[in-house]
C-alpha cells in the first residue's frame, strides 16, 4: 500500500441510551447526510419495539442487540481464482466486519418491508430478527449454507 491506513475515528454515544453501537447503526441508516432525522427514525422505531414486544423483561435495546446478534454472520464464501477457475471459499469474518454486515442487511431488509414509515419497517425487522424470522435472518442462513456447501474448498484459504 502506498498510503498509511487510516486511523478509526471514535464514535460519540448517541444520546438517548449512550452506546456507541446505536450511533453506528444509526450513521449506516442515514441518508443524504440527515443524522437528526435518521436518530429521530431509529429512536421511534424503539418505541415501537417497546410497544409490541412480548417479552417483558428485555427492554427494546435488549431486544434491538439480539436481533442484531441473530443476523450476525460468522462464516462467509470469497471468490478465488485458482488455475482458470474461481472457486468460493469459506473463511471466518473479523468482528468489525460480523457487527457492519448485520447492520447492513438489517436496515435494507427493513426498507424492502411493506409497512408505512421507516420507523415501523425497522422495528417489524427487529421484532423478527429478535425472534430469529424475517429476511435479515433468512439471510444469515443462506450465507451459512452456501460456506457450508463449499466446504471441500477450504484447503485453498490465502
Known amino acids: ?22 450511533t453506528r447503526f444509526v450513521n449506516m441508516m442515514m441518508w443524504d447526510g440527515k443524522k437528526s432525522i435518521a436518530f429521530s427514525v431509529f429512536y421511534d422505531a ?9 417479552d417483558e423483561a428485555k427492554t427494546a435495546l435488549e431486544l434491538w442487540k439480539d436481533a442484531l446478534s441473530n443476523v450476525m454472520p460468522h462464516v462467509e464464501v470469497r471468490s478465488r481464482r485458482v488455475g ?12 468489525d466486519r460480523k457487527i457492519s454486515t448485520a447492520m447492513k442487511w438489517l436496515i435494507s431488509y427493513a426498507r424492502k418491508r411493506n409497512e408505512k414509515g421507516m420507523a415501523l419497517k425497522l422495528a417489524g ?18 450465507t451459512h ?6 466446504k471441500a474448498f477450504s484447503h485453498f484459504r490465502f
Open 125 to 142: 425487522e427487529v421484532l423478527a430478527a429478535s425472534k430469529e424470522e424475517g429476511a435479515a435472518v433468512k439471510k444469515r442462513m443462506d
Open 1 to 22: 500500500m502506498r498510503k498509511k491506513q487510516a486511523k478509526k475515528r471514535p464514535l460519540l454515544p448517541d444520546p438517548r441510551f449512550n452506546d456507541q453501537l446505536v
Open 46 to 54: 424503539m418505541d415501537i419495539v417497546e410497544a409490541k414486544k412480548t
Open 84 to 95: 482458470g477457475a474461481t472457486f468460493q471459499i469459506p473463511m471466518q469474518i473479523r468482528p
Open 145 to 150: 449454507k452456501m460456506a457450508e456447501a463449499n
